[in-house]
DNA sequence: AAATGTTGTTAAATCGATTTAACAGCGCAT
DNA sequence: ATGCGCTGTTAAATCGATTTAACAACATTT
């Protein structure tokens, strides 16, 4: 039994395609069209499970119910995890995810921005990598929504959903200032994004308040984690007097553990652990690590609602709107008092 | 600038469309059109960056380029890398990917199977939950290009891959015998699956061979987390006499040293732990854990490779095929030699 | 009686591509 | 001069929907 079309149905009840098109899309009563017919019609097409073909009402509408979304890695569990709340509101609302990961690479999302124009999705929802500013104020001006989300870019005038990070941060460092830390170092990824930047000011200011020293690490990022691991590794074999470390984000600070693991470093006597972020991985590890929690849900309703507003309302007259939202600073273990 | 369609680039050109198609998808051989005008028409195009409408070419031509890919949650750690790896390939090749999670939810797969079709994708790749027998032979029997993943259904004839979880449940057990341990619970969550099925065998035949005594605690699935602890902590302290516990599963190994912890149990001397999947998780633990990695890339590879295949050849005569990998047997602290 | 309005329905255009079938123009054999 | 084959190109049909503009038939107004 193959797929019924719109035809096949009019064939059948003897009337137009235009009358099936009309009763199925609601405007039977704006187009007066009797009672018993659209009974008949509807009747018989849930009789036989007719469903539109959705390419052929795209092509005609412009509208194809796709929500494009383009994470960093969709194997980082903090995008998954927010890939999949996003996914869970987009198809309770009737729409469909097509994902990607860019890498943070700005050519692949340039194509892939590209292709999702291409297919037609009716919204974006991107974290964008650095250098993609001319492709998405393109996308802007043709009035197209887009939401970005855990970072932004400053040249580009779109709604964003993003955490605190300098606070964050900020406060993040006074806590392992309290517990009597000094050379407290920051290891993270080499980045200019927003959210990075942000991080590492927070961390600079609260040193600056206390007069301490700050000592950075960045790490150029690759696929291959030994080669996170290893500058990382020199970098605390090198640096015998910190006395807490601060990691920049979940994938660092799992490497870094992995390296405090692997050098026989004591958490926290040795070395007092902070991370950004917060899963399991800082959860189970002995001793807990303290982290900074995003939260996952409220990014991804945010990000959702601002998005779905857009689409629904098309309101082009609201200015774009931007959402920062508060972190949990979860202190456990890894960070308490300082027994110097 | 709007975009351009195949119309606008036959009028500037003063050619007909037909022509600028057969150029465009390389019969211009075929059709013998004149060397000189395929060389003005493919100018022309590269210069302003036409892209044919790809909803319009899938409508006519009833591809797609889309794969529709179904795991079982998108957020836990071996799907969503399992989904990263696949999804580079996918784009490799030329083809995009639409993602869901099933959540083992047969009505919701249904549905999302349903709109899958709708959307003419090319090729279907999914982790199966039960039940969904008879929408997959469905899609069979209508020529679609179907990979199962994970698990298998037993009375659908489609290709898929797996790893050899009998073997590897069954020899790990095997080896926390031979380290001494008598008592070898089983926590798993309760489910038909294939897969599932399958490691719980292996565990049951090891300790048939020993004449050991199983002991099976099965989990209900639930999003809440808590809702899985609770369980796998009344179980913990119901049974005293355990001195191993075998996880079948990342997620529940994750919640079991979460219970562990909770617990204040020392690992092995109290307890010798094992799990099935291996990741961050159960190798920074201290002590690390002892898990049964699965080939992820092979996975994948494998997975992609038979689909691209299935696509490319509409070989109808190829009988399905099955692929089983093995696993890795990753030995760590969290499971040697027994001290009794 | 002509004009206007109302009601219920539909023919035809459209979205943007691919594909089939045909056509014009030319050389060449009959 | 008629027919055939070859070359290079294209008009028109098609995919399956939505949407515009119109039409038939009857009622009502002027």
Redesign the pocket.
Known sequence: M?????????NHL?????????I??G??EE????????ERVQKFVEEVG????????S????KSNIIGLMVEDISNPFFSAIARLIEDRAYKNGYKIIYCSTDNDTLKTRELINMFRDRHVDGYIIAPPQGIEDDINSLLKDGMPVVLFDRHLPNVNADFVEIDNLFSTYNATKHLIQQGYKNIAFITFASGQTQMQARLQGYHEALNESGYKPVVQEIIFNQNEDLIIAPITNFLKKNKKLDAVFFGTNHVGTCGLKVINGLGIKVPSDLAVVSFDDYDVFKLFSPPVTAIAQPIEAIADSVITVLLNKLNTSSQHISSQSIILKTDFNIRESSKTATS
Chains 1, 2 share one sequence.
């Open positions: 193959k797929k019924l079309s719109i035809i096949d149905i009019a003897n009337v137009s395609k235009t009358t099936i098109s009309f199925l899309n405007r039977a187009k007066r069209i009797g009672k018993e017919l659209v007719y469903k539109p073909n959705s390419l052929a009402k092509l005609r509408t412009g």
